[in-house]
Structures are given as C-alpha cells and as structure tokens.
C-alpha cells in the first residue's frame, strides 16, 4: 500500500472518531446529526399519515351508502378536520422535510445542515406539537371545524370546547419548527454547497426547497396572526372578526388564504423537486431545460402569493377583484406547464428504464395533468362559484396533493430507500404496489369529481338517496380501501428490505446528484473529501470523483482537523470559510419539552402557570447560548 | 355520467336558468379543451416511456427540438389557450354576477340558521321556511343574509351559490322560465348538521304563486284544539312562531303553514304522519345534533301534535 493510501486511511479514521456519536439513549435524545433528524422526520410524518389515512378510511366507510350510520356528525367532522390537518401540516410537510433534511446536505456535498441544533429542535417541536393536537381525541375534543376553520363557526360563541384551541395553540406550536426548518434549509442551500456548485448547477431538489423555504417564511406569519387573533377572540374576549363588535369574519379568510394558498405550493414544490431529481436518473440524461426548470419553481413560489382570492369567489367580493385573482390563477399554471414539458421532453429524449420509482413519477405527472386542469376551471371565475365548497373540489385538490405530492413522496421512498439504509428494496412488490396505489387512488378521487357536479357539497357526514351520487360514493370508497391495500403493500416491502434486501452499493440507480458519490448508507461525515464540482450533474463527471480519491490522499479538503464543513459564497459557491459545526446538544430536545409544557398550560387556560413556564423556555435558550461553538 | 333530468336533482349539469345554463356551458367547453390536453400530455408521457429506442445512447445536451416542445408546449400554447378561457369567462361573468340581482322584481330574504332556512317576503309580510316558492319568469332577487354562523345559499339548476355571511349584504338572483322543484343546500361547512340543511324551490307560474303567497298571509285560525294545547303547553312556541297564537320564537323554523309544506328538517324527512311522529319523539336521532330537543310526550300528546301541526296547510 502506498504511503498515500495510508494517509488517506488515517484521514478517514480521524474523521470517524470526529463525526462519531455514542449509541444509547443520550444520543437518541441529543444527536444533531442530519440524517438521524431526517430519519426521524420520516418515520414520524408517515406515522400521521398512517392516522391520517384511518381517519380517511373511517369516513369513506361512512359515506359508502347514504344514510349510514357508523358515526354521526360530531365524529365525522372531527374526523375530516384532523385528515386535513394532519395530511397538510402532519404528513406532506414534514414527510419532505424528512427528504430536505437527510438529502439536502448530501446533495449539495455537506456534512450537515447549516444549523444541526436548530434542526433537532424542529424535529422535536414537530413531534410536541403532533402530540399536543392528537392528544385531543383522548378528550374527544379533536379540531372540527375543517382545516380553515372559518370564523364565526370557530369563535367560543358556536365551539365553546376547547376543539379550536389545539387547533390554535397545536398550529402556532408547529409553526415555530416550520419556520426554524425553512430558515435552515434557505441557509444550509445559499451557503454550504460544495466548492465549485455555482447556483446554476444546484439540484433541481435544491431549487424546489429553496422556494419553498422562502414560500413558508412569508406565508406563515398570516397564519400564525390569524391563530392568534382567533385565541385572544376566544379566550380573552377580543373581537378580531366580530362584526357586532366592528370586526369582520372575511379577516379570517383573508389570513388564512394569503397562508394557505402559498401553502399549496409549499406542499408541492419539493414534490416536484423530487420528481426533478427522478426524472434524469432514469431518463439516462439531465433534465431538459434546467434553467426554466429552475426559474418555473421559483416563480411559483412568487406567484403563489398572489391567488389566495380564488378560495373566496362566493363570499361576494367586488368583480374587479375577482377578476385580478382569476387572471393571477391562470397565470400560475404557466410555470407548470414548462416543468410538465420539460420533464416530458427529458423523458422523450432519454432512454426511460421503468423501475418503480419512475413509475411514481410517471403517475405523478399523468395524474397532476388532471388535478392542472381541474384547478384552471377553479380560475374561471362563475364555474368556481358553482363548484367550490362541493365534491368537484375535493377531487381536485386530492388530484393535486395526492397525486402532486404523495405521489412523489412515494417515488421518493422508493428511490432513497437504497441510499438511506444500503439496501433495496424488492422491484416486484414495487410494481405491484404502484398499480394497486395508482388503481386505487383513480379511483378513489375520480368519481368526486361526478359527484361534485352532481351537487353533492364536501363535509357532509351524510346523503340522502335519489340524488344520483349512491355509485359514485360508493366506488370511492372501493378506491380508498384499494389505495389502502397499495400502500400496505409498500410499507410490507420497506419493513422486508430492511434487513432482507440485497445490498444496494453507492449508486443502485447511477443516478447524477452528489448523495449517490458516497457509501449507503453514508458515514457520519457523508463525504471523507469536500466534493469536486464542475457541472449540475456531479456524479455523471468520472474525472471529478477521481479528483476526489485524489484529494483524500493528497489531504487536501478533507477538513479533519475539527467537526467541520465549508462555507461558500451565494452565487459562485466559492470557499470563503471553514465552519465549525456543533455536536450533540441536550437543548433542543429541552426547549421543545419546555414550550409542549408552556402550549399545554395555556390550552387548558391556567394563564399562570404557562408564565411561570415559560421560564424554562428561557432557561433552555440560555443553556443553549451558553455552549455557542468558537468559529474558526 | 347519469345527468339527472328535472324533478328535484341538484346537479350542476342540469342547468334551469339563464346563469345555471352560462355555468354548464363554460363546464362543457374546460372540459373539452382539459381533455385534449390531457390527451397529449398523456400521450408523449406513455411514447417516451414505452418507445423502444434500441441500444442508441440517450441524448445528454437539450436538442432544440426539446426547448422547443417545452417552450411552445409548456408556456406559449397554454397562454393562447388561457386567454381565450378568460375572454370566455369575463363572456359568463355578467350572467352570474350578484349585481344581476338589482334586477329583480320580487325580493325574498333567505336566512341561513343553524340548520334551516328562514325565508322571509318582505313585501307580504309572510314568513316560512325551507321551502321557498318563486314565480316563474320573474326576476327575484334574493338577500342572502345569516342567523349566525356562515351559510351558502346553493340551488345547482337555477345559478351558483353565495355566501351567508354576517356583516355582509349579499345578494343573487334566481329566474327560471320552467315550473319545477329545486333542491338546494347548504354549501359552507356550518356546524354539526351541515350535511342536512336542504331546501327546495318551488317555481310556480306567477298566478299559482301569488295564489300560495296569499294563503301563506293568512294566520293560523283554530285547528284541533288539544293538540294546539299540547303545543303551547310544551313549550314549543318558546322557538317557533305560529302566527295567529300566543307562539311567537324565533329561533326555529316559522309553524303557521307547516302543513302544507313538502319536507320536515330542512329536507331531512318527508312530511308524513309517520316521519313527523319520529321527529317529534326523537329529533335528536332522526338529525343528530340539531337544536330540538325531544320532549317526552306521550303517545296521545304526540298524535294530538301531529293533528295539530297537519293541519297548519
């Protein structure tokens, strides 16, 4: 063995004794460590998606033949409002920020994100908070007035119980770990890219969060006021959207769109920054028309504060307003519409292997065609006043979320599983799941659209007979326990290949970002060498990864004198620094134990008690500030 | 697809106005143009997938043939075709716009509660509820108002919907030129008994319909008189108004003509002998939640009741 292999051998040894966290219970509690967080994420939010989905079953059994009666209206409403809840705030969002978290770094050639202890603690507020809001079903005192919650149903007059206060307090909560994860990712992708990853050869996945982190630091606030004008209504007597009092309930639904809509795309541009990611490693070429690819995310993300009226065309507003926001709506299917072409011109002009996390993809894109469609008619302004609040339009936006993002999400398990744990996963239980999942999700949702036409409105709990939507109800339902038994299958495939698959190697895929130019799954520092970058399409660069090997022996950008990573510049992604990045800390996992404490002493109104907590909120911070790593 | 015909369907698809008919047509033309463009995206998706390509490498630069598919196929294209759906759109606005409601010649206030409708003719001083007749070929304009929560006014075959919203003066306009029934619900989510707040309009021709409006002004006079007794001994003129007694609530649908009328609970149970001794002795199981609480009569009471109340015509 050369002396320079032997370097390079102590080089990485030193980095594992560097990057290294203990097993055991301490670590579990205070690792800060991307890919564990990441993990973590996962497992949690498809664990509310699990929930999320009984609740759907529960319901769709409900509505499988009018007049039933296996709940009545109090469960159901709590039913339908904690699916919407929990698959928006629950499931998609943390379910790719789970992707974000574990791939971001690895993609952009980083050993973690930009703020390791600020991502642990948005994992834990994440799980505090899922925990305070599902706590309400012990109580039965689960949210049900529907996940926009329109003021005055929600106000203490019309829901005295305290339903809508862990809809308020648990949302607030949530989004305290929403935004510190936005925060992390928009720096983690400005300013830890691998030396040589300019801005214009960043993964499209990159993109797609950048946007949507940028998408959520402006749109959460609306929420977050809202959330808290309704709780001062409720508890302390204000009168924010009171109109006896001179208030107004449309505030509300003002507040709550200009989130909510933006909401959408914040749910759908990682998505679809997923599908960017997909699409060239099995087309055998990168995506076609990268840049526009790029400038479409973005300029979504922009436009997609500018539609909110569109979910308030029957509340009466003046025409012209309307107008404005229908003219906004349509405009925001132009940058979809190059992303579905240039996802279809890359796979036309590539040679597609159709493995099964390309046949998510290739759903995603035939079933998003549906739900673009379908949302252009919402733009059109009198159709939108006939259909919305029906059937029609909870097919379309399952047609868009469900087809748009768990779609993706679901070809993203599939593509990472091999990354993430270093095996894969059994291709033909895949194939089979895809088309019980995609069967099943057709037709689930496909006949909503009829029955929504047929005038049948959402949030019902029940029908009568003889209004022609008996079939069509009922033939959703058979969809939902199809779709059910799809994705059963995929997780039986997960928990098989988890110690039964056969082993996956670097790059299962010969996929072209960087997370597949290091070992699955990755060591603890993901890279034993900062990565070589000189195109948007690193691990397709032969000569790059042997200037890697190169460089470890050489021990040049091995960083391994410390627990360190590169800082670069914004646009160029030039070195400009070496940070020093903290290990594990017991103050994440302390602080988000203090604020669950804090929300749930407010919850139950002992006012008191929540301001003596908070002192542990400060004491937490303090602890935290306290152990600042020295930059070098 | 079943398009149910007239009778008291309450689909979108069989329109029977003016605006409804605007509505059903912008609906035909999305259709037709989402289903074309469905079709090609569809199309190149399965020939890109499925073409065989033989063992030729795939092309790694983007040819201009691909920008071109993707400029003209994702940006230019759909630009022409969205601006001739919002010309086409600003074509309907007029139609089903709420200002259309100045022209009405008749005007009704409809009440959303939770769970009924309160319809009110201002003019005649009548009130009913759940049952709202119009007279055919008449503009009427509706005020569409709220007791409490937010309601949305929604009759699918006569014109889309509108909000009930508190503060707010909202209107629309309802003319058909077809005698017929209409069902109609409530569209924004409102609570417990959303899904059962039904309604239903009745278009009449205009002799027919002031015919009823001028029974409907009429207050009630007698009736038997121990199941009046019963009614007003039970407290249940603390919520409803039969005009003419001593029952004057305001918090439940208006008695003095419920006789007459179709459907009990808002849509919920047709107006028989049999449903309305069910009502009676358990509310709360025929429509979980609503507001009437049973009020533990006896058998005789409660036939003595429904004698009464049938005989409200």
Sequence with gaps: ?632 | MVLAGCGSSQSTLAPHSGPAHDIDTLWWVMLVGSTIVFGVVTTLVLVGALRRRGERPPVQTDTPLARRLVLWGGALVPLVVLVALFAFVLRTLPSTSSAQASKGRLTIRVIGHQWFWEIRYPGAGVVTANELHIPIGVPVRIEARTADVIHSFWVPALNRKIDMIPGKDNEILLETDRAGTYRGQCAEFCGLEHALMAFFVVAQPPDRFRAWLTHEQLAASGGPKQGREVFMSSGCGGCHTIRGTGAIGRYAPDLTHVGSRSTLAAGTIPNTRAELRRWIRDPQHVKPGNKMPALGLTDEQIDALIDYLESLK
């Design chain 1, 1 to 632: 063995m050369a002396a320079t292999d032997i370097a390079a051998a102590e080089r990485v040894e030193r980095l594992e004794r560097l990057w290294a966290e203990p097993h055991g219970l301490w670590t579990f509690l205070t690792t800060v460590d991307h890919k564990k967080i990441g993990k973590r994420y996962l497992v949690t939010a498809f664990a509310f998606f699990v929930l999320a989905g009984a609740e759907a079953l529960t319901m769709r059994t409900q509505l499988a033949q009018p007049g039933e009666r296996l709940v009545g209206p109090k469960e159901f409403n709590q039913l339908f409002s904690m699916h919407g809840i929990t698959m928006i705030f629950l499931f998609v969002t943390p379910m790719l920020s789970g992707f974000g978290n574990y791939f971001v770094p690895l993609m952009i050639g980083a050993r973690d994100m930009a703020f390791p202890r600020m991502n642990a603690l948005s994992y834990w507020i994440f799980l505090g908070a899922g925990f305070f809001m599902y706590s309400s079903f012990l109580f039965q005192l689960a949210p049900n007035d529907g996940w926009f919650n329109y003021v005055p149903l929600s106000d203490s007059v019309f829901t005295p119980e305290r339903n809508i206060d862990f809809y308020n307090l648990g949302l607030l909560f949530l989004t305290i770990s929403t935004t510190a994860g936005a925060v992390n990712f928009i720096v983690t992708i400005l300013r830890m890219r691998a030396p040589g990853m300019s801005i214009n050869r960043m993964p499209l996945f990159c993109w797609a969060l950048l946007a949507t982190s940028l998408s959520v630091i402006f749109a959460l606030p609306a929420l977050s006021a809202a959330n808290i004008m309704l709780e001062l209504q409720r508890k302390f007597g204000f009168h924010f959207f009171d109109v006896k009092k001179g208030g107004d309930p449309l505030l509300w639904q003002h507040l709550f769109w200009i989130f909510g809509h933006p909401d959408v795309y914040i749910i759908f541009l990682p998505a679809i920054g997923i599908v960017s990611t997909i699409i060239p490693t099995f087309s055998r070429r990168p995506v076609v028309a990268y840049t526009w690819v790029a400038l479409a995310t973005m300029s979504t993300g922009f436009i997609g504060f500018g539609v909110w009226v569109h979910h308030m065309f029957a509340t009466g507003l003046p025409q012209v307003t309307m107008i404005f926001y229908s003219a906004a709506s349509m405009l925001i299917t132009i940058p979809s519409g190059v992303q579905v072409f240039a996802w279809t011109a890359t796979v036309l002009t590539g040679r597609p292997v159709l493995r099964t996390p390309m046949l998510y993809v290739l759903g995603f894109i035939v079933v998003f065609v549906v739900g673009g469609v379908t949302g252009v008619m919402f733009a059109a302004i009198p159709f939108d006043q006939q259909v919305t609040d029906s059937y029609f339009v909870v097919a379309h936006f399952h047609y868009v979320l469900f087809g748009g993002a768990v779609f993706p999400i679901f070809a993203a398990i599939h593509y990472w599983f091999p990354k993430i744990t270093g095996r894969m996963m059994s291709e033909r239980l895949g194939v089979v799941g895809f088309w019980i999942f995609f069967v099943g999700f057709n037709l689930t949702f496909f006949p909503m659209h009829i029955s929504g036409l047929l005038g049948m409105p959402r949030r019902v709990w029940t029908y009568e007979h003889g209004l022609g939507w008996d079939v069509y109800n009922l033939l959703s339902t058979i969809g939902a326990f199809t779709l059910a038994l799809g994705i059963l299958l995929v997780v039986v495939n997960v928990l098989l290949s988890l110690s039964g698959g056969p082993l996956a190697g670097p790059d299962p895929w010969g996929a072209n970002t960087l997370e597949w130019a290091t070992t699955s799954p990755p060591p603890d520092y993901n890279f034993p060498v900062v990565p070589t970058v000189r195109s948007a399409n690193p691990n397709w660069d032969p000569a790059d990864r042997l200037e890697d090997e190169r460089r470890l022996r050489e021990g040049s950008y091995v960083l391994d004198d410390g627990h360190e990573t590169p800082a670069t510049t914004v646009l160029d992604a030039d070195v400009d620094r070496v940070l020093a990045m903290p290990s594990e800390s017991p103050w994440p996992f302390a602080l988000a134990l203090a604020l669950t404490i804090f929300f749930t002493l407010f919850l139950v109104a002992h006012f008191v008690f929540a301001a003596i907590s908070s002192v542990l909120i400060f004491a937490a911070l303090l602890g935290w500030h306290a152990t600042e790593p020295q930059q070098s």
